[in-house]
């Protein structure tokens, strides 16, 4: 009899171990379903709180390939002023006064607006036209040539502030000047204005109207907004992917 009821009791424990084991094993694959769960609500908060984000990204790099600054974008600056910082780069100074017409077809090819040959010699003939006529009127005295001569004068004004006008479009240079502005620039003083250009250009290191930068920090921005930021992505709210408490039996 006693025997027997060794048996049993090894028999009944043995059930008692074996169903033992079977409830830590269903445990381990609740906790390790629960880990995954959890890590695939954090992936699906994440994406879903980053996905506008990453819209406004997006929309913002098409701005800035297209040019189009009033829908906000990178705002650069032109480097230095006018007047006062002719002489920062003293060989492009010097080309802009001796050459002027050679510094503005470089400066157009640079940027993208046609060949420099081209530029330069559009340039080279409103000057030597408006050179000649006025030249005409001291001999002559008749007034027909010196509103030639005016005209041509006026022309390469308007000619060079448009080019002005459209570089600082499609560079997203910061500037509140209107384009009658670029015009009285580039009549007043020319070589500064053109001086200016070209420091721009070479020292942001722009080639065939790509502008590749110098790594300076620059502002992030809308025309109608300066102060505040274009986009800015949030972090995603904390999820706890610890491992959650085996339920009560």
Not at 4 to 22: A, F, T
Not at 243 to 249: G, R, S
């Amino acid at each position: 009899m006693a025997e027997l009821e060794k048996q049993e009791k090894v028999v009944v424990n043995g059930k008692e171990e074996g169903g033992g084991g079977e409830e830590e094993e269903e445990e381990e694959r609740l906790l390790e379903g629960m880990a995954v769960l959890d890590f695939d609500m954090l992936c699906s908060t994440v994406a879903l709180q980053t996905q506008g984000k990453w819209r406004k990204l997006e929309g913002a790099e098409d701005c800035l390939e297209q040019g189009n600054g009033n829908l906000g974008g990178v705002l650069r600056m032109w480097e230095g002023e006018v007047v006062l910082d002719f002489f920062d780069d003293r060989r492009v100074a010097l080309e802009s006064a001796c050459c002027p017409c050679y510094r503005f077809g470089k400066n157009m090819r640079r940027a993208g607006f046609g060949c420099c040959f081209l530029q330069g010699t559009v340039y080279f003939i409103l000057v030597v036209s408006a050179f000649l006529n006025f030249i005409a009127f001291i001999v002559t005295k008749r007034n027909c040539f010196l509103y030639l001569a005016v005209a041509f004068i006026i022309s390469v004004g308007a000619y060079l502030g448009f080019f002005r006008t459209q570089m600082k479009r499609k560079f997203n240079i910061k500037g509140n000047d209107s384009l009658l502005d670029d015009c009285v620039y580039h009549l007043i003083c020319s070589c500064c204005t053109l001086s200016q250009e070209s420091r721009t250009l070479e020292m942001n290191n722009v080639q065939d109207g790509t502008w590749h930068g110098r790594g300076d920090t620059i502002c992030i921005g809308s025309y109608g907004e300066e102060n505040k930021a274009f986009f800015e992505l949030q972090p995603p709210s904390p999820i706890s992917i610890g491992t959650p408490e085996p339920c009560p039996k």
